[in-house]
């Protein structure tokens, strides 16, 4: 499976700020897709980050909160903005094989002051 | 809204025993199923993954499938303190190769 690196791996933000997380793999993929995990919540999927076109989001995430963005096949950003409390949680990027299993990166802990 | 139902636990079993974990469905046509390890202060990796009904077994590991009662489990064999983790059960979502619809998780302790 593909190796998936993020970083930040944890941060200490200020409430109103915005945070942009970074997603880096080590081999081409067509889709990446940003996961969000809320202190003992389940994961819920954000959006899919499509290469050469707008994120594709999921209900309840809109874009001018959760901007992506996807430069080539091998990386993509998200940006949590104007960040409050709510916002604290693991973020997660991830592939998927053609098989369906989805692979995680390390996570991106956020702490929202 | 399609869920994936998990006892949160704690399930806590002596080490070189069976633990089984639990996780129903609501959505009938669901094909895909997947166990997530997940160790504290970690990221979810993929255990196993069962797309028919039966049983799957890897190892340790074996994957239940019941899509009629809308169950999968996941039964660990000869348990280890190392196996103490939330274990995440997943189910294919939309349409999106990478939408899986994930339970909240069940809690295993192993105790030595």
């Known amino acids: 499976s593909a190796v998936i690196s993020q970083k930040p791996s944890r941060d200490i933000c200020q409430r109103g700020t915005s945070l942009t997380i970074q997603c880096q793999v080590d081999?081409?993929?067509?889709?990446m897709f940003w996961y969000r995990q809320q202190p003992g919540q389940s994961l819920t999927l954000i959006a899919t980050?499509?290469?050469?076109?707008?994120?594709?989001?999921e209900s309840g995430f809109v874009i001018d909160k959760f901007p992506i963005s996807r430069p080539n096949l091998t990386f993509s950003t998200l940006t949590v903005s104007n960040m409050s409390p709510e916002d604290s949680s693991i973020y997660l990027c991830?592939?998927?094989?053609?098989?369906?299993?989805?692979?995680f990166g390390e996570g991106s802990r956020l702490t929202v002051l | 809204q399609k869920e994936v139902e998990q006892n949160s636990g704690p399930l806590s079993v002596p080490e070189g025993a069976i633990a089984s974990l639990n996780c129903t469905y609501s959505?009938?046509?669901?094909?895909?199923f997947f166990w997530y390890r997940q160790y504290s202060g970690k990221s979810p990796e993929l255990i196993m993954f069962?797309?028919?009904?039966g049983d799957k077994e890897d190892g340790r590991f074996t994957a239940q499938l019941n899509k009629a009662s809308q169950y999968v489990s996941l039964l660990i064999r000869d348990s280890q303190p190392s196996d103490s983790a939330t274990y995440l059960c997943?189910?294919?979502?939309?349409?999106?190769?990478?939408?899986?619809?994930f339970g909240k998780g069940t809690k295993l302790s192993v105790k030595p």
């Open positions: 959505d009938r046509g669901s094909q895909s």
């Open positions: 997943a189910v294919k979502g939309g349409r999106s190769q990478g939408n899986l619809i």
């Open positions: 081999s081409q993929v067509t889709m």
């Open positions: 991830s592939v998927a094989e053609n098989t369906g299993e989805l692979f």
């Open positions: 980050a499509n290469q050469g076109s707008e994120a594709t989001y």
């Open positions: 069962i797309y028919s009904n």
